[in-house]
């Protein structure tokens, strides 16, 4: 099956600064690739997605990008605010049946 | 946040009994997912579900089961067999029509002691 991996675990920014973060997947065969927000006891939140036919999809201040041929996608989180401090997890589905999610990065934004 | 949810917020359950989940949709949507959530692992897929009356096993299926009688409730029940059933787990739907998003309920936490 797929494996997704998510790098880094834990990270810290200054408000303002950038935030990137970086996941990795397995199969080549898997062509969605979503991102979601979960904030502290709350559901996940779905932030931005990518389909494999485009390179790279931005949303104000979010962007993902996609490297098929390297097989990662990242995450990139532009002038952050507070309250971009969440966890993040990147994931990867082939059919929308199935969805292999990365291991969550805690983001937090020091103001 | 409406349209997709869990109950109860919170149980507690003592070892060996089996315990069902709650979760409900009025969103229409055709796919359903059972996700469980452990400290450092990401969300896991237990079971899913297309249409009604049909589910298939995630990667991590054993000691659950699931059902789909209607397209609105796909509960999950937490078996004696799942050795390490304290959890947050979610239940998750989608229209998998144009978009494969999926929309996330608010979680039960399941404390078995």
């Known amino acids: 099956g797929e494996n997704v991996e998510q790098h880094p675990s834990t990270l810290s920014v200054q408000e303002g600064d950038s935030a990137v973060i970086k996941c990795t997947y397995s199969?080549?065969?898997?062509?969605?690739f979503p991102w979601y927000k979960q904030e502290l006891g709350k559901r996940p939140q779905l932030i931005i997605d990518?389909?494999?036919?485009?390179g790279e999809k931005k949303d104000q201040r979010i962007a993902v990008t996609l490297n098929k041929t390297a097989k990662h996608f990242s995450l990139h989180i532009t002038e952050t605010q507070p309250e971009d401090s969440a966890v993040y997890f990147c994931?990867?589905?082939?059919?929308?049946?199935?969805?292999?999610f990365g291991t969550g990065t805690s983001l937090t934004v020091i103001p | 946040d409406g349209g997709i949810t869990q109950s109860p917020k919170y149980l507690f359950r003592k070892e060996g009994q089996n315990v069902t989940l709650s979760c409900e949709q009025n969103l229409n949507h055709d796919a359903m997912y059972w996700y469980r959530q452990d400290p450092g692992q990401g969300l896991r897929l237990i079971y899913y579900s297309q249409i009604v009356n049909d589910f298939q096993k995630g990667d991590i299926a054993e000691g659950y089961s699931v059902s789909r009688e209607k397209k609105e409730s796909f509960p999950l029940t937490v078996t004696s067999a799942q050795k390490n059933p304290t959890a947050f787990y979610l239940c998750a739907s989608s229209p998998r029509t144009a978009t494969y998003e999926q929309y996330f309920g608010p979680g039960t936490r399941l404390t078995v002691t």
């Open positions: 199969d080549s065969a898997s062509n969605y």
């Open positions: 990518i389909r494999s036919n485009v």
């Open positions: 994931a990867a589905s082939k059919t929308g049946n199935q969805f292999y």
